[in-house]
């Protein structure tokens, strides 16, 4: 294991939810990534509006690793609630600052530590009057402190403040004040920096701090999505709140003052399931945002959009269930789910992005997707993706992009049909064209969920319904070569050891990766980025002896899959589960596979 | 259950309407419901509507859920686009579909378990936003296709074909629909086609979430003496309040009725609905005391029918939205793309 040094930490801040701290704690992060050093940030939140506590970790890694590291070096325990626990979680020889305008002597019971008291409190009670900039304040106040231990450039942070009270401005002198309260209190009474620190590096130039769902919801824009509707879910809320606000600024017709775009707040999951395949079926580019709860209210819908193929784009952000479970913690849990959603024989397009880059392109992927093959198409995220600020690379668009509306036929092309069969695949490709209302008088046809034969008429015949539903296989199979293809990173020489991840797994397992690779482990891994499997897949598997499958769940979800989809044998797949609901660190995967090796004797 | 194709034969010197189609072009496949059944009678009044208002049928848009009624949708306007959707969930289909194009005209044909059970969540949201469509709910009180379960609309001490009476109160949705905002509320009869014709064209045109509630006797389990759905106990308690007739703009407004009896009501389109009271003391503009009136009829087992409640002023669906006139599904990608160099300079927060 390696000890924390400079510009590799990870520094976490315990607080109470609704006291203003996820600012302070953006501003930390931020100020760092503006050093040019690369970040890693996820936001541990419960499900409550105030009270509850809170945490915010941020990962220091000048290499750009882009998961968790699993220790804690620098704790700022501001949560009287957690300081148990927050001690607990630090790393032998880390550092814990506390607000010690009362003392607590627990913090004693570790010699391994440093412990560093900043009666935060007791000056923000003294330098401000009202009672709530006292406590917002006393959050700027541990910025200062924070920025003196790790020698953070106080220019950063007033420029970031600058931004941050842009349209309060009076406000600025307050912060500006409280950040100098803490700093000063720090340069005067330990010694600074700490020997675990920021420096100034050029590491983030061309990179940008985004969410997923900010990038899902501009790849929607992007990928020229009309319509949207969504009951609010968390943690998929933020995906419809961008749209409107993108739509907002770039949708509306500066004449006229009209909008280009329709967005529906639903009553529930199954009106906004309904909704958009009544927009897709009529034509527009329609999409809802939900997580796991929604996806199994929508369930019959997505079977009948299935059966009548109409085109419709699930977000699915997922959360910790079954059940309410906790939704503002994370996990892939809903890999079944989507893969086979609603009842009867189903199976589902679905997509795995890995981070916010991901979502933006495979955002207009699934629109792409949805509209070619005339089906749903599951975008499967979580709120490790969803939710937290990932650096990536800035986001380009390649302005000769064309959306593939898949066959759709014009009046002129309907001019020249005698019948039109809404079934019937006239070239072999398994899908058949449709038509948009109110195009054509021979392009009329009836859309049902019941039994219907190639040529859209209702039908109670076995042998017409099982033509039209080995059609959907075939169709669904050809997805295969269509979704975006797996991603690989190879050992150096040959590997017995295959390692196989979706999703935002992806930086932990990287890491661990490299990590067992440099310890004499070699490893293949493969990143699955879309369902159905590809042959690339099936061959993955069968080029190494054992494939470790790294996974968000309790129930080796992907692996299952990967047994009832691939020729894979199960024992040939070995699960490494993690599922407590926080993000994955590269130690888990790590211990977990050396673990794993040692007890099977399978090295 | 197989639908048949009904053949078209046209008839010498059939009448043929503006566009120059005949009745029987409005016509789909045959119905295969019970012989008798009030929703065929619905099934020919909404043809005869759509072909007197000469809609081309390309442009309407049919849908509906599950059920009898929900059959419907086959059996009028085969050169519509048509869509059985899932129980209970046309409305939420249905205002998808009307959000992508505003300029077609939409008719959703539904029961009173499909939307007062099932689907009355979905009923009571797409009234809400006033989504421009005619919502036709056939109403028998009764579930056919699973046999005759009472329905949601069962009155009570309704009794059903094998001798139990409900005890649960109705839903009614014309209370319903007042009570949540519909801007355009009627009740009927599938036995009256003069006054459903009317209405239905109405409803048609009528910018915004229209709702007939057509009571439509079910010949099979619920058209027994005991039933309050039954075709003898509608004709006995039948009362028409206000009749409506659709003035196209074009045409010249006669004046057929009473002054002091008809009311005209502007159409956004220039047309106008032309109200004839029956019942003098009944005001289909005033909410409250519409909904005042449709309480007590309800205690003295009047079926109160006609148009019951009008509102032109408020906006509908994509009105609220502020959308374009232009259909969702005809802007060109062009137009919807903010191009590589936004793409970059919206990204300067997120430095």
Known sequence: ?603 | MTSFVKPKIRRKNEPLNALGLARGDYDGAMSTLCAGCGHDSVTAAMARAFYELSVEPHRAVKVSGIGCSSKTTTYFLSDAHGANTVHGRMPSFATGAAAANSALTYIGVSGDGDSLSIGLGQLAHAMRRNVNMLYMLENNGVYGLTKGQFSASADIGSTAKKGATNDQAPIDPVALALSVGASFIGRSFSGDREQLVPLIKAGLMHKGFALIDVISPCVSFNDHKGSTKSYAHTYEYYHKAVHADYVPPSAEIKAAYDEGDTLPVELHDGGKINLRKLDKDYDPTDRAAAFSRIMSSQDKDEILTGLLYIDQSRPDMHARENMEERPLNEIPYAELNPGSDRLKSLQQEFR
């Not at chain 1, 930490?9 to 930390?28: D, E, P, R």
């Open chain 1, 1 to 603: 294991m390696t000890g924390p040094s400079v510009n590799d930490f990870v520094l976490k801040v315990a607080t109470v939810n609704g006291t203003g701290s996820a600012s302070a704690n953006g501003l930390l992060m931020k100020t760092i990534f503006r050093m040019g050093v690369p970040v890693v940030g996820k936001n541990v939140f419960p499900s409550n509006i105030q009270g509850l506590p809170t945490w915010y970790e941020v990962r220091v890694t000048e290499d750009g690793h882009a998961g968790r590291d699993g220790q804690v070096h620098l704790m700022i325990a501001m949560n009287p609630e957690t300081y148990e626990q927050d001690l607990a979680e630090l790393a032998p020889g880390g550092v814990l600052l506390y607000d010690s305008t009362w003392p607590r002597p627990q913090f004693m019971s570790r010699p391994d530590i440093t412990v560093l008291g900043v009666p935060l409190s007791g000056m923000c009670n003294e330098a401000f009057t009202v009672a709530r900039s006292r406590i917002l304040m006393k959050n700027m106040a541990y910025v200062g402190a924070v920025a003196a231990l790790l020698e953070l450039d106080l220019d950063v942070i007033t420029g970031l403040v600058e931004e941050m009270f842009a349209g309060k401005k009076k406000l600025i002198p307050a912060n500006m004040k409280a950040v100098a309260l803490g700093h000063d209190y720090a340069k005067e009474n330990f010694s600074c920096p700490l020997d675990f620190r920021v420096r100034a590096a050029n590491k983030t130039a061309g990179k940008v701090m985004i969410d997923g769902n900010t990038a899902a919801a501009l790849g929607c824009v992007y990928g020229g999505a009309t319509f949207g509707a969504w009951y609010p879910i968390t943690p998929s809320t933020s995906v419809m709140d961008g749209f409107a606000k993108y739509c907002a600024e770039l949708r509306v017709d500066a004449e006229t003052g009209k909008n280009k775009y329709c967005i529906i707040q639903a009553e529930d999951e199954l009106a906004a399931a309904g909704l958009i395949i009544g927009a897709a079926w009529n034509g527009a580019r329609a999409f809802t945002p939900t997580s796991g709860p929604g996806i199994s209210l929508m369930s019959e819908l997505i079977g009948f959009a299935y059966y009548s193929e109409v085109p419709m784009v699930l977000f699915d952000i997922q959360r910790v269930g079954p059940s309410t479970g906790m939704p503002t913690r994370t996990q892939q849990c809903d890999i079944q789910l989507c893969a086979y959603a609603s009842h009867g024989d189903t199976r589902h397009i679905v997509l795995y992005p890995a981070n916010p880059a991901e979502c933006f392109d495979m955002a207009v992927n699934a629109l792409d997707l949805a509209e070619r093959f005339q089906t749903p198409v599951f975008f499967l995220s979580d709120i490790d993706i969803g939710m937290n600020d990932w650096m990536i690379d800035e986001l380009t668009w390649d302005d000769t992009y064309v959306p593939d509306r898949g066959k759709v036929l014009t009046a002129a092309e309907l001019e020249d049909v005698e019948k039109f069969h809404r079934y019937l695949d006239v070239d072999g490709d398994h899908i058949a064209a449709r038509t948009l209302p109110g195009t054509h008088p021979n392009g009329a046809y009836f859309l049902r969920g019941s039994g219907h034969n190639k040529y859209g008429g209702y039908t109670e015949k076995g042998p017409e319904y099982q033509e039209v539903v080995d059609r959907l296989y075939s169709k669904w199979q050809s997805a295969a070569s269509a979704v975006p293809a797996p991603v690989t990173e190879m050992a150096k020489g040959k590997a017995n050891f295959g390692l196989i991840a979706i999703g935002s797994s992806d930086g932990a397992v990287r890491e661990a990766r490299a990590r067992l690779e440099a310890s004499g482990v070699p490893v293949d891994y493969m990143r699955i980025r879309g369902f159905p499997f590809s042959d690339d897949v099936d061959a993955f598997i069968h080029a190494h002896s054992q494939v470790f499958v790294v996974e968000q769940n309790r129930d080796a979800q992907l692996l299952g899959l990967l047994v009832a989809e691939t020729s894979a044998t199960k024992e040939q797949l070995i699960p490494v589960l993690h599922y407590s609901g926080e993000p994955l660190d590269y130690r888990f995967v790590e211990a977990s596979i050396s673990e794993a090796i040692k007890v099977r004797k399978i090295a």
